[in-house]
């Protein structure tokens, strides 16, 4: 079988308060596959934001471990983790987080230039990006200027313009209408298909949780397929 292209073993997640310690995750088990869409869905203050955070190493677990491509990631330098985080993740949050004075094009074309590649190799990529977002005549225009949509479609190219093999999303969806949000979750359906990149998506849209391969539920710490009866098994 092939190696998982992501997996937790025993993911725990607790915060420290006033009043002692709160366990948000407890011994989650998550496995993605190359090229798998999954959607996490639960009530708010679950953890879903927690655990996409510990899955992109923006946040370390209290116990547990998370392997890429079967390499513990968390045993990687600071140095490494950063470098791991730029070129094998993209991602992409409800609130964009573009810089408004740079264009769309500089703001695509960011990832790869703090990564060290040439400004003619970012600027080839970007402009290829973009224009898979359909937003090729919005090259020169300063973000801050853009629709909703279209800064979110500005937020994914940025994403995915060194070509990550996996996506962590967190409710992008979450600030656009439905019509626009629609619009954003076939976007990332159609890259899913065209790049074979995975899609882990933390999500209130019942209907973009729906159009994904799988969809979780996070409650009680754990993960659940999404249908089966509620249980304290954390394994996914």
Do not use: W
């Amino acid at each position: 079988m092939a190696e998982a292209l992501l997996e937790t073993r025993g993911l725990e997640k607790e915060f420290t308060t006033g009043d002692g310690s709160i366990a948000v995750l407890r011994g989650v088990g998550l496995t993605v596959e190359r090229g798998e869409c999954i959607a996490i869905v639960g009530q708010s203050g679950v953890g879903k934001s927690t655990l996409l955070h510990v899955l992109g190493t923006l946040d370390r677990p209290t116990r547990g471990t998370v392997y890429f491509e079967g390499e513990d990631v968390f045993e990687k330098s600071p140095e490494e983790l950063a470098r791991f985080r730029n070129e094998s993740l993209g991602f992409v949050f409800q609130f964009h987080h573009l810089l408004p004075e740079f264009t769309a094009l500089e703001n695509v074309m960011m990832p790869g230039l703090l990564g060290g590649l040439s400004a003619t190799d970012m600027t080839a990529r970007a402009k290829a990006i973009l224009d898979d977002v359909d937003l090729s005549h919005r090259l020169t225009h300063p973000v801050g200027k853009l629709s909703g949509g279209e800064r979110q479609r500005v937020a994914v190219a940025r994403a995915l313009v060194l070509d990550p093999p996996l996506l962590l999303a967190d409710e992008p969806t979450g600030n656009l209408d439905p019509e626009t949000g629609e619009l954003v979750g076939d976007l990332l359906l159609k890259l899913n298909q065209v790049r074979s990149t995975a899609l882990v998506i933390v999500t209130h849209n019942e209907v973009l949780a729906d159009r994904m391969g799988r969809s979780l539920v996070l409650e009680q710490g754990g993960l659940r397929p999404a249908g089966a009866p509620t249980n304290t098994s954390n394994s996914d």
